[in-house]
């Protein structure tokens, strides 16, 4: 929408029309988020209107605000740098926002600025016009408040001498009512005027697109950073990787209890894939779209884990200067895993309880209850029926949480899987290694074959990344590579391909490779099948070992 500005003149009365013309006109497209009309009004105010030097300086300060909704992305460097400007070109000795939310205040002041006097308990003094502003959507001008009635009857007015108060909504035209502009002016009344007020709710307005703008900016990036890292942990899921017969069964049960939202305890040892599991168990279930979070309950001293789990107010805490929202609140319509289930302390287990009952949660330092809807998916390394037995968990949260159990078995009971396993993490550490390496021997897979792998899948991830960090560059995965880099924990196991020159090794593998595909009338799939490669790897090892 464009202005026109020449037909006015420069007399006083002129000025003084344009001055509200201009300052309605600002109200109007703040309210609308119209940005390049605010920046062309600031700018021919700037350049080509001749009004007084204040109106000058508030109309440049608006025009500013506009400025910065287009390049500062922070709401607090936003809000400290024009509430700084704000003091300068207007009769206020403080100038506080206060953001709706959902305390038993109603509101949480986000920042305050004074100007030539000290700071006070910002709340205190001015939180029940605050409140007023929020609740009924109308602004507040007092050009006394000592002999308001509306004001007078709280005891912070008397106490602080307060004289003059001005409160605007903070309104957004999608979001309505978001919180309040509060100024005042202590010891002096008749501070602001009409105009002022419609001058401030033009600044307010403005105030207000940059929070919602911020806040949805904060929101997008957080959910652009959790979907770049779920994209990532979705690929690794590809982890839960096996044929054998204790694997059907893993798959079995996580389709059973991806069907529905009952609570699942998952047991194994350490490395076996119980957050994989749990994993798969959410993304296969209805919840995929929503979040899936994961805490160690041994990871965190008791109160850090209350606080991180359940979240915590301002002040509840040494330490606690803002309000913090728990995994359970932000996880909401999604999934928990609680891993290391068994080392939860005594007062967490008795809040899991309340959240697996009644589907609610209390922040530390909070008084009321909030409804959240999580499954919990809960895992441990230890047989949790016998901490029960011994005391040290509670039996009606095992109960809870104990409804589906999938109980992860150890690689060294599915050795079956072990060549399937590690060409499938062969092929990703080439990747984030970013080396071109060949293919495991037939002598690499029976030496990991013959292994027991007491640190199960995790053990092997680890030796399959340093081997190939270990190997010449087209080199292939050799035996001695696995002896180097395990000093002699995997190697040891199979001394009968240990110790044999590279070309003996060579010779044996072209007869193995030879005799498999004879046997297969030259099929490369099913003889790479056998072999314990991939179809692509047999075939770079046949171009490298010359044969046709």
Excluded at 123 to 151: C, F, K, Y
Aim: negative net charge; charged residues 30%.
């Amino acid at each position: 929408m464009a202005l026109e500005y020449s037909h006015f003149s420069d007399s006083h009365y002129t000025k003084k029309l344009l001055n509200d013309y201009l300052l309605n006109q600002l109200d109007e497209y703040s309210r609308n988020e119209d940005l390049p009309a605010i920046a062309q009004a600031g700018a021919a105010l700037s350049s080509e209107i001749s009004v007084d030097t204040l109106s000058v300086d508030r109309l440049r300060l608006l025009y500013d605000v506009s400025r910065e909704l287009t390049t500062e992305r922070d709401v607090k460097v936003i809000l400290d740098r024009i509430l700084g400007n704000l003091l300068a070109v207007y009769p206020a000795e403080r100038v506080i926002v206060a953001i709706k939310n959902e305390t038993q205040k109603g509101f949480v002041v986000d920042v305050a600025r004074h100007h030539n006097i000290e700071s006070d308990d910002a709340e205190a003094l001015s939180g029940s016009t605050i409140r007023r502003v929020i609740e009924t959507n109308e602004p507040v001008l007092s050009l006394d408040a000592q002999t308001d009635n509306r004001l007078n009857q709280y005891q912070s007015v008397i106490d602080y001498n307060i004289r003059s108060v001005l409160c605007v909504p903070l309104f957004h035209f999608k979001e309505g009512v978001i919180g309040a502009l509060y100024v005042d002016h202590r010891g002096m009344g008749n501070a602001f005027s009409g105009d002022d007020q419609t001058f401030l709710q033009a600044f307010a307005n403005l105030v207000g697109v940059a929070l919602v703008n911020a806040r949805m900016y904060e929101q997008l990036e957080e959910k652009a950073q959790y979907w770049q890292q779920e994209v990532k942990r979705r690929y690794r899921l590809d982890d839960l990787v096996g044929q054998s017969d204790a694997m059907q069964a893993i798959y079995r049960l996580i389709e059973i209890a991806a069907k529905s939202d009952i609570p699942v305890l998952v047991q194994g040892e350490t490395g076996t894939g119980k957050e994989l599991a749990a994993r798969a168990i959410h993304y296969n279930s209805r919840r995929k779209n929503q979040r899936f979070f994961s805490q160690n309950c041994a990871a965190l001293s008791p109160e850090l884990l209350q606080s991180e789990l359940f979240g915590h107010k301002k002040g509840a805490f040494t330490g606690a200067t803002e309000d913090h929202k728990g995994i359970f609140e932000a996880a909401n319509g999604g999934t928990v895993l609680l891993d290391e289930i068994a080392d939860a302390p005594p007062e967490l287990q008795r809040s899991l309880l309340r959240v697996l009952q009644e589907g609610e949660i209390r922040c530390v330092g909070e008084t009321k209850d909030r409804a959240v809807d999580v499954r919990i998916i809960a895992a441990t390394n230890r047989d949790l029926k016998k901490e029960v037995e011994k005391g040290s968990f509670r039996e009606d949260l095992y109960y809870r949480l104990h409804v589906i159990q999938v109980d992860m078995p150890p690689l060294r009971e599915r050795l079956e899987d072990v060549s399937l396993l590690a060409e499938h993490l062969l092929i990703r550490a080439k990747e984030e290694a970013n080396k071109s390496v060949g293919g495991l021997t037939v002598g690499a897979i029976k030496v990991l074959t013959s292994y027991k792998w007491p640190g199960n899948v995790r053990e092997l991830e680890n030796k399959i990344q340093l081997a190939v960090a270990l190997a010449e560059e087209e080199g292939d995965i050799t035996p001695d590579l696995f002896s180097i880099a395990a000093g002699h924990a995997v190697s040891d196991v199979s001394v009968e391909f240990q110790g044999y020159l590279q070309d003996r090794v060579q010779e044996y593998e072209k007869q193995l490779i030879r005799d498999t595909l004879e046997k297969y009338e030259g099929n490369i799939t099913q003889a790479a099948r056998e072999l314990g490669m991939t179809r692509v790897g047999l075939h770079k090892k046949i171009n490298r070992l010359g044969l046709r």
